[in-house]
């Protein structure tokens, strides 16, 4: 079955979960999985996928001014990248019937600017609307990780090399609400969000997403 009624032609995934998770591996393979199926997929990530909204994502993960970003401010500053990224890329891929595999989406901003920020959930719900319209996902993968499991990767992975981003940098308390307010959204939404425990390897983590992709119709 769907996820949720089909909006395009095309079928939107996000995935979404903690610092750690190991989405882009799980985004990797399941392209792969899915192009040897013989879909077209197409790869993005949030804040990001075009060049402007990318510019936008260094102030917002790597502001080294020594200006206090604001909450309000980066919650902006992800909505208008958002924006950019919902008409210049997301879109069009399924518009032409592509596969959208997207590393974060909306559901990262009730987490992290609203639950882990505490920003108003009506300002989120409001500059959510204006930036993605009727673009919603078919179905989300939350890839859920104790905070705790997710400081040791972040640690220790190759690409983080000891410089954490200022999300990363975040006490355990908030990362614990970060994770808590995923987890509320796949309560509410269970026909979208389909929660795989990340705290195994990545060859079983892909496993039971594959494993659940069955009953879905893409």
Known sequence: MNACKRRFPGFFITFEGPEGAGKTTQIRWLRDHLAAAGKTCLITREPGG???AERLRG??????????LQPETELMLIAAARCQHVHEVIRPALLRGEVVLCDRFYDSTAA????????SKTLIETLR??????????LTILLDLP???????????????????????EQLAFHTRVRQEFLTIAVREPERVRVVAADRTPEEVSAAIRSMLNDVEI
């Open 129 to 138: 609307e204006a930036a993605v319209g009727d673009c919603v996902p078919d």
């Open 50 to 52: 075009t060049p402007l």
């Open 59 to 68: 102030i917002v993960k790597h502001l080294d001014s020594g200006e206090k």
């Open 112 to 119: 992290y600017q609203g639950a882990g920020r505490g920003v």
């Open 147 to 169: 905070p705790e499991v997710g400081f040791e990767r972040t640690r220790t992975r190759q690409e983080t090399a000891g410089r954490f981003d200022r999300f990363e940098a």
